[in-house]
Every structure is written in C-alpha cells, then in structure tokens.
C-alpha cells in the first residue's frame, strides 16, 4: 500500500466514522465534546499506521469461530462456544490475535486472563480446523499516554518518537495443556450457571490481586459487570473503600472504563476555552 492509497484509506475511515458516530448518537441519545471525538479518530488513524504491517499481513479479519457439541465435565450439559477473532498465517505458522481497548499496562498484568480467553478461541480452532495454532497474541488499541500527551500539545517531533517506542502486540504464547484445563474450567462454569449458583466471591476477593502489581478483581472484573449496581459484595468493596465517605456517590457513578477521567475533564475544559 503507497501513500496515495494510504490517504485515500483515511479519507474512508474518516467518512465511514462520522457516519456511525451520527448514527450512534440518534440511536443512543448521547454525545461527546468535539475533543473527545477527535481523540478517538486519531486512535484509530494511530492504530492503522502504527499496525499497517500487520493489518496487511491478516488473511481472516472478524473470524466467527462456533464450536457446538461440547459437554460439561460434571453433569455432562451440552453447550456451544463462540468467539470472534483476526488470524494471520505467516508460511506454516498461524497466529491468532485478538483486539482490546485496554491499556498495554494492564494487559501486561494480567496475562493469564487475557490468556485464558484467547485459550478457548484456540481450542474452537483446533476442533474446527483440524490442527493447533503456533502462538496468540493480544493487540492494545490504546495510546500511550506519551503520544497522546504529544499529540494534544502539537508535537510532532515527541508524536514521532512516541509512535516508534510504541508496542502495541503483546504475545501471549499458547499451550495445549492450558487449553484443556481451561475448557474443563470453562464447562464447570457452565453448569454453575444452569444451576443457578450465582452468589457474588466475598468482599474480599474484590480487593484482591490477579497478579503481582496487577489490578484489584473489582477494578478488572467488577467494573465490567452489568449486574454490579445489584451485588452486594460490589457495593461492600466500594463504601469501605472509600475513606471520605461518598461511597455511595461513587457507586452509582461508576460506569466502567469507556474512557479516562482525565479524557473527559481535558475534552470539556477544552469545549469552555472555544
């Protein structure tokens, strides 16, 4: 891909993100400042040409992987596992990507969960395609904050240098091992589910560490449960954790990690200076 067709692939972004943006906005009834707007264009611009070489090289981009039949380990249920994933095969070797939105850091510190998922989409390849995969790897969409930092002042010297320290693929290995005991984990959770054993892990699991300078399992796991506003360990973990008291407060303002605090205070700080 030359220049030329590189701009004309981020005039088509362009066009193609404000139509969904508009048509996101009429659907949900929400909206963000024009700062936070344009952050999120220029992550996906940053992304496309921090990973041309990459993106290039994928032969399947959205792969839906399905594998029926599938049986429980204790009362021998039936149940099916989906996933969607981007494969790359490079001469005999196949690798198996999948994208979040999450920081690198954070993926850093906690590798086996990210693991444990990619895991499962690895044994529906195995099953399904006849043969295992070679590696999997995790793709960070999130910018540094460094070149993000560079980005809003302007700099482009500091945007140069940031975009090539930039790593966004954090490889994750692959094991046939793991990807047997994650099954039979992930079949154990399938009966609790059709048995109805739905009670919340105690308070203080919440605060504990998946991993050595990792997150809490409330600020990793919790935060991303639509049902936490109903569990009782939740908002144990959040009023004792709260030294000042407005805990409550926090609790029913905590809507996950769809962006920054500090991304939003800048974009409407931004919005008055205009």
Known sequence: MNEEMLQELEEKIRQIFEENFELIRAEGGHSITDFLKEEAFN???????KNRALIERITEAEVKLTLAGQKTP???RSYAIEGV?????????V???DLKTHERSAIEANKEFYREQLNVYAFIWKNLMGRALDDTAIISTALPDK???????GDQEAVVHSMVDWEPVIPLG???EEVEAMIDRFGQIVDRIED??????????????ESSGGQAFAVR????????????AFREYVTSSDSRNVGFRRYFDDYGTDFEPEDYIEGNLAEIEE
């Not at 992550?43 to 040409?49: G, K, M, N, P």
């Not at 109805?196 to 560490?209: I, Q, T």
């Open 43 to 49: 992550q996906i611009l940053c992304y496309l040409r």
């Open 74 to 76: 204790g009362a021998g």
């Open 85 to 93: 994933v981007d494969i790359i095969r490079e001469g005999e070797d």
């Open 95 to 97: 690798w198996m990507y």
């Open 147 to 153: 070149l993000k930092s560079a980005m809003r002042a």
């Open 174 to 176: 692959y094991s046939e």
């Open 196 to 209: 109805h054993h739905f009670a919340p892990p105690p308070v203080d699991r919440l605060f504990e560490k």
């Open 221 to 232: 796991t919790c935060r991303n449960c639509d049902v936490r506003f109903s569990c009782s």
